[in-house]
């Protein structure tokens, strides 16, 4: 992760990072950080600025008591043959973004090993399983998991905060880590290959304001961090000029990066 922000120019100081190697549906939300949010949401009258902080600068807070990272990361080391959940990115940051005729786009980026994904850090993100959830009435049965070449979904996700950590995160222990052996070869080979190497991958469409279907987003956590009474909100998804409808590219597109509007209905 240290070598990937090298090659991105980013100096953040802190960087939260965690993993996941299942496809598993993610409701839609934005990384904040959690501990801190909990508090002021059980005290609303709390001031946030008046809040004890990492450190003096709070650069990083935004929608009032929420707190975001910098920039958000989804690193996909392998997909199974069978996986179909992109990551999907919002143009908002709550549910409130999406509430009725309210225009934004969203952009899917299916897994692929090796692909790297980074994003403003107070995007609403989510992976639906079943791929088309958000078009589906109801769902019946449950996900299969294994075997992994079919499902598994390995990735490693890393948040860059630039006044310091999430609340009670446990920080990384050098000393422990130098006493196991650092995993580091001679030559420096444990690090990403050069900035100059990667490829970015071009993003397809963005609608024609014309046809499209209506669909269903279910959105993470409490009304204080979806920002609208209920769990879901209904969107109204444009199908783009000359490609696939949401719905198929959701469910076929396995490289390919998309960008559909999307307006509240």
Known sequence: LD????????ASPAVEYWTAREWRHVEAHASVDEALARTFWKDPGLNPRSFPSPSSSLSSWSQGDLRHPRNGHVLCLRAGSDVRGPTCIFGARS???????????VTLVPPVGGRLMRFPGDALQSVPRPADLWFLPFVQGGPKYKPEELFGRSVVMFNTWPDGPPQDIREYDWDEADRRGSAECDDGSAGCVAGKEWRSVPVEGQGDGGAGEEAKVWLMGNEKRRGVPLRTVKVFAEENDDGPSMREALLHDT???TRFRIQGV
Do not use: H
């Not at 070598?3 to 980013?10: A, Q, R």
């Not at 549910?95 to 786009?105: I, M, R, V």
């Open 255 to 257: 490289s390919r990066v």
């Open 95 to 105: 549910g409130a973004d999406l509430g009725p005729g309210e225009k934004t786009d």
């Open 3 to 10: 070598s990937v922000l090298t090659e991105l120019g980013d």
